[in-house]
């Protein structure tokens, strides 16, 4: 079922949200905070008279309540209006925009874990070579 959400305009932006069960589910993540859709996901699509190509958004509950927010605080009249508010809500809660000590730390130990990996296959590469070049006499 589609409805309009409720804006200045109600052709601002279209919802759907799939009331049907199916046999298969399919498990959603959110594009802005890319946590798991369980139940009800929120599908986002732009106005029909954006200029650039179309764009659309599969938000959880939360996201769409802040995304209705920032809209319902925004004063501009745009067709370009859906994006920037999508942007704005996005560089608050994306959980990359703002970068911990924990995630910093994560991240440089998988680094050293892959260049780590690669050395080692290096050496034994190199070491196989050895090996066959030496047999070969």
Same mark, same amino acid.
Request: proline share 4%; net charge positive; glycine share 2%.
């Given at each position: 079922? #589609?409805?309009? @959400? ?17 046999? *298969?589910?399919?498990i959603a993540s959110c594009?802005?905070?890319?946590r798991r859709i369980w !139940?009800? &996901?929120?599908?986002?699509? $732009?106005? $029909?008279?954006? +200029?650039?190509? *179309? !764009?659309? =958004?599969?938000? %959880?509950?939360? %996201? ?5 927010? $920032?809209?319902?605080?925004s004063s501009l009249e745009? +067709? !370009? *209006?859906?994006?920037?508010? #999508? ?6 809660? =994306? &959980?990359? @925009?703002? +970068?911990?000590? #924990? ?7 998988? =680094? ?10 290096? #050496? !034994? ?13």
């Amino acid at each position: 079922m #589609m409805k309009d @959400a409720v804006n200045r305009n109600d052709t601002d932006i279209a919802v759907r949200q799939d009331g049907r069960r199916s046999t *298969r589910r399919r498990i959603a993540s959110c594009a802005i905070c890319t946590r798991r859709i369980w !139940l009800h &996901p929120v599908h986002v699509i $732009e106005p $029909e008279n954006v +200029p650039a190509i *179309r !764009l659309s =958004w599969v938000l %959880c509950r939360r %996201c769409y309540q802040f995304l209705l927010a $920032e809209l319902r605080r925004s004063s501009l009249e745009s +067709p !370009l *209006r859906l994006r920037i508010a #999508m942007g704005m809500v996005a560089s608050e809660y =994306w &959980p990359h @925009a703002y +970068p911990t000590r #924990m995630r910093a730390y994560i991240s440089d130990r998988r =680094w050293i874990v892959f260049i780590a990996t690669g050395f080692i296959v290096a #050496m !034994l590469v190199h070491l196989a070579l050895i090996v066959m070049v030496a047999t070969m006499k």
